[in-house]
């Protein structure tokens, strides 16, 4: 009787689930972007009532120090709004946003001109609002990539939305750079005039909102021409701001 031989499978190549992976992509994209709007919301409620101690710029900038070998300077004290002079105040919307008061956390009307200028080639501010400033700052990092834009846009609407203007303000003028090592009105008022943040004169209040743009590279005290144009040019602008009231 003869053997019977029963001819071998070939083995067939195991496809992999591609719909299963792809599901598992998305569910772990959810949670991410989930996790990230609960973080994100949680932070702006925090600092709505918390001083914000730090910011990413002030690590930068210790970073770059240390790197470099420079001397590490830095000097940060944070002050309620009432204690900060209504003349800076004025001074940083007549300088860096005229239509703080008004606006919902954008200026397009700024934006268009800011990009039409730059089609030109000329170099003009940028823009941004005290409220995208403020929101850069305190959640994000410095550049110019899509990335940071979009995201400087979703903080600008919550901190609109959560912190209202006065608010927005007083986190402005406690943490922005305004001189080397020196972040917000406190430091800066010791800094510059040797005095507190609440009796600034108008003068003064203007010579710290005409170094923002770059205040490494600029003094408020013992000025270049430049700056002091600028000081000028803020005074005046300033005197038609009228008293600062915020909305409710």
């Avoid at 770059?64 to 940060?76: D, L, P, Q, R, T």
């Avoid at 900060?84 to 239509?99: C, F, P, R």
């Avoid at 430091?187 to 710290?208: D, F, L, N, V």
Wanted: hydrophobic content about 40%.
């Amino acid at each position: 009787m003869g053997t019977r031989i029963t001819p071998k499978k070939s083995k067939q190549p195991v496809k992999k689930n591609t719909s299963s992976i792809g599901s598992k992509i998305s569910r772990f994209l959810l949670k991410v972007l989930l996790w990230f709007f609960g973080l994100s919301l949680f932070f702006v409620v925090f600092f709505k009532f918390v001083p914000v101690p730090f910011t990413p710029l002030m690590v930068i900038r210790v970073i770059e120090n240390k790197v470099a070998g420079k001397e590490v300077f830095f000097s940060h004290d944070w002050e309620p709004i009432e204690n900060i002079s209504m003349n800076l105040q004025k001074a940083v919307i007549a300088s860096e946003d005229g239509t703080f008061l008004t606006h919902n956390g954008f200026d397009f009307v700024a934006m268009q001109k800011a990009y039409k200028s730059n089609e030109r080639g000329r170099r003009i501010k940028g823009g941004s609002t005290i409220s995208q400033q403020t929101a850069k700052n305190v959640f994000l990092w410095q550049g110019r990539s899509y990335l940071r834009k979009g995201l400087e846009a979703y903080f600008t609407v919550l901190i609109e939305l959560i912190w209202g203007k006065e608010r927005i303000m007083e986190v402005y003028l406690n943490s922005i750079e305004m001189g080397n090592g020196v972040y917000g009105a406190q430091a800066a008022a010791e800094h510059w005039y040797r005095k507190g943040a609440s009796s600034m004169t108008p003068k003064q209040a203007a010579g710290i909102a005409a170094i923002l743009p770059n205040p490494r590279k600029y003094s408020a005290t013992s000025s270049s021409t430049y700056i002091n144009n600028r000081k000028a040019k803020i005074v005046r602008i300033m005197r038609t701001v009228g008293k600062v009231n915020y909305p409710k």
